[in-house]
């Protein structure tokens, strides 16, 4: 009956509007995932492997979300040492022992355990959250104070560039993320942020020119400037799945227009990379919008004229024009 009631009391107490958005933007990770390694589904299979293994992710995350809310969280800060400390550990483990991926051999983010990878980044992320909560904790009201922001600014700034040494420039930026909100949050004064943000962008060419690799420029140039890179650097940098290479290729050597619309209305753009992938599909890229209109059915919606226009920005446009 003790258990019952203390179920009741944690089901009650709970942040519902936080769970929810929580297993909706989950969900629709499961989504975008899904759609960008659909083209290459093997066939009689209904969803890849990396779906299964996110969706897998999401179900036992709600289960341990569940568990834990029932812990006092003072308790798990009274280790926060302990849970800093071999998270930290594991984050310098991977520099003599980490391997890449295929496409990445020359980072340092996953263990290969030859069962199942892992990635001691994401861990990483729920040590700072405790970390730094504690730290701000710590500093209360006094958070304004030149000298608590700059040490601060340091225990944020650290993490995130371990993470960019690994080669893992995008967990990076949630650590950047995870900071400015929390800092936001413990109501940091509006002139450190306009600070900060000066800093970045004075930051950016020496970033860009000296601390970029040619890959991490590429991946922000084939979404954000397509039209820099040539055709073939940009399929590089999407992460065309074998099957839409060769649909691409032939489409190259093709010349009937029922081939390139169907080439166009069939999404032969998603990645398998899920962070480039989701800024196509949902509207970030110039010309993804409508793709995603497309491959979920919507032709009416999408618009033969607004794909027309949109599909002219894309690096295709000038196969089209040499084709026809």
Same mark, same amino acid.
């Given at each position: 009956?003790?258990?019952l009631?203390?179920i /009741? ?5 709970t942040?519902?509007? =936080? ?8 969900l629709?990770?499961?989504l975008? +995932?899904?759609s ?8 009689? #299979?209904?969803? #890849? $492997? ?5 969706? =897998?992710?999401?179900?036992?995350g ?6 834990i ?8 800060l ?7 400390g ?7 483990l991977?520099? %003599?022992?980490g391997?890449?991926?295929?496409? $990445? ?5 996953? *263990? ?23 730290? &701000? ?7 304004? /104070? ?11 700034? +650290? %993490?995130? &560039? ?5 080669g893992?420039?995008?967990?990076? =930026? ?13 109501? =940091?004064?509006? $002139? ?6 000066? +800093?970045?962008?004075?930051?950016? %060419?020496?970033?860009?020119f000296?601390?970029?690799?040619? *890959? ?7 979404? @954000?400037? %397509? ?5 073939? &650097? ?6 065309? #799945?074998?099957r839409q290479?060769? $649909? ?21 753009? #998603?990645?398998?990379n ?14 993804? *919008?409508?793709h ?5 059915? @919507?032709?009416? &919606? ?12 894309s ?10």
């Amino acid at each position: 009956m003790n258990i019952l009631q203390a179920i /009741k009391r944690g089901l009650k107490t709970t942040d519902k509007l =936080l769970m929810s958005l929580c297993l909706l933007t989950s969900l629709f990770g499961v989504l975008m +995932v899904y759609s960008a390694t659909y083209s290459s589904l093997e066939d009689g #299979s209904l969803i #890849s $492997r990396t779906t299964l293994v996110m969706l =897998l992710a999401v179900i036992v995350g709600v289960a341990m979300c569940i568990v834990i809310s029932f812990i006092d969280y003072e308790i798990v800060l009274r280790f926060w040492m302990i849970i800093g400390g071999v998270c930290l550990l594991m984050m310098l483990l991977l520099f %003599p022992f980490g391997s890449g991926t295929a496409d $990445r051999p020359d980072a340092r983010t996953w *263990f290969d355990f030859k069962v199942i990878n892992f990635q001691p980044s994401e861990l990483f992320k729920i040590a700072f959250i405790i970390t730094f909560a504690v730290h &701000l904790d710590y500093v209360g009201e006094d958070i304004n /104070k030149l000298k608590n922001a700059l040490l601060l600014c340091i225990h944020g700034g +650290v %993490p995130a &560039l371990l993470v960019i040494l690994t080669g893992d420039l995008g967990s990076a =930026l949630v650590f950047v993320s995870i900071f400015i909100g929390m800092m936001f949050a413990s109501g =940091l004064a509006a $002139r450190y942020f306009a600070a900060a943000g000066a +800093v970045i962008l004075a930051a950016v %060419p020496v970033l860009w020119f000296a601390f970029f690799s040619d *890959f991490q420029k590429g991946r922000i140039l084939a979404v @954000y400037a %397509p039209s820099k890179l040539d055709t073939a &650097l940009y399929k590089k940098y999407i992460f065309l #799945s074998p099957r839409q290479r060769q $649909r691409y290729d032939i489409l190259r050597y093709r010349r009937r227009t029922r081939i390139c619309r169907r080439f166009c209305s069939s999404c032969a753009y #998603s990645a398998d990379n899920s962070q480039d992938s989701i800024c196509r599909q949902t509207g970030q890229h110039k010309y993804g *919008f409508a793709h995603l209109l497309r491959h979920c059915g @919507y032709d009416r &919606l999408a618009g033969y004229h607004e794909h027309r226009n949109v599909f002219k920005a894309s690096p295709l446009h000038r196969h089209h024009a040499a084709v026809f």
